[in-house]
Every structure is written in structure tokens, then in C-alpha cells.
């Protein structure tokens, strides 16, 4: 399951990312409601944790924003306000659950745990890209009957890029989304582990390559083979 949570307290954010990843689910966080907004648009989520005070948006507009725009992934709306009406406006918005701050971390993963059935949808638990299929429950790299487990790092960098395979991602944005915000990672640390990814490939004998952008960043090829 990949769990997308948009939440401008950091620590909050921060702590929410590591319980879902302590369930083995994928989960990356945002700090604010623009943002959030883009990434959840992607599609690429299976729940939205989505707070409502959220500076750039609030979090009311931008679940009206995604179920404007057809967005069908659901939504798990975090809010300080206990009164009905704040709650009604919550789901009238496009929220499909709400919970109240300070909240049991058992009542969050109950929560996320039930919209992902929601109608009893099939929750993703692989990505693919050309022969590649990378699961994201285990971490396991799979290519045919070939497979390599990665580490966290070399999971949420490929993750990144298997997430936007049509784009280059830059060393910027990797250091941000995998190392953090506050991090004293640098660009060579980005670079150890593409060299780590470059030798699992080349382990699995796929046809998929990280191709480097020089000053610029990296992008996956061999999609189309």
C-alpha cells in the first residue's frame, strides 16, 4: 500500500510516514496543501492522509480540488476540530473518513486499513516499469523469476523514479524525498546508491536503465522494451 500524507506539523508528518512504514507500506509526506495537491493527482496513492490546516490550500479545498477533477482515492481527513459541523464539511468536501486530533495510532492504521477496501478495491502492491515489477509491501526487485531485495534507500529512490518515469528527477528532489528535508545528505550520496540500483539491474540482466542527465538529474529507460 502507498500512503501519501499531507500534514504541515513536520513531527506530526514525520511520525505518521514512519507507523505506516513500520506496516511495510510505502509512505512519503508533504507540508503543505499545493503540494499535496500534486502529488496526489499523480494517482499513484492508495490512501490520502490529508490534514485540513495546511498553509498554500486548506485541506477542505483540496479534497474538493481532486474529487472535482474525478480523483477517486480516498481520503482520511486529520483535523484538531471535534464539532459535527466541522466533520460534515470534512466529507462534504470529498473526505471519505475523518479523525480527530490527538488520535490511537491503532484507530489511524484501523482507518487507512478500511478506506483501502473501500468498495472492495484491489490495493496496488506493485509497481512495474518495462520487465521490472517492484513490490512494494517486501522491497523485493522482481524480473521474471529473478529477484533482489533492496534497502530502504535504494527502495525509495527507484520508487521515485519508477513514479515518474516520464520525467527526470533531479538529485534535488531525491535528497529532499528520500533523505529529508533537514538531511545533510549531498549529491554523491545520491549517486552511491544509483551505483547500487545500476548493479541489482544489472544482476536481474533487465533491459531498464537509470541514465544520468548531466547537471540535471535522472530518468529510467527501457520502458518501452
Known sequence: MNILVIEDERRLADVLVKIMQ???YAAEAVYNGLDGLEYARSGQYDVVILD????????LEVA??????????????LTAKSEIADR????DCGADDYLTKPFATEELLARVRALSRRMGEVV???MEYGDLTLDLNTHDLRKGAKSVRLNRKEFDVLHLLMANSRLVVTKETLITKVWGYDSNAEANNVEAYISFLRKKLLFLDSRVSIVALRKVGYKLEGGDT
Open 52 to 59: 485540513v490546516m495546511l498553509p498554500g490550500m486548506n485541506g
Open 22 to 24: 513500520e506496516q511495510k
Open 64 to 77: 474538493r480540488t481532486l474529487r472535482r477533477e474525478k480523483n477517486t482515492t480516498p481520503i482520511l481527513m
Open 124 to 126: 496496488l502492491e506493485t
Open 88 to 91: 460534515v464539511e470534512g466529507l
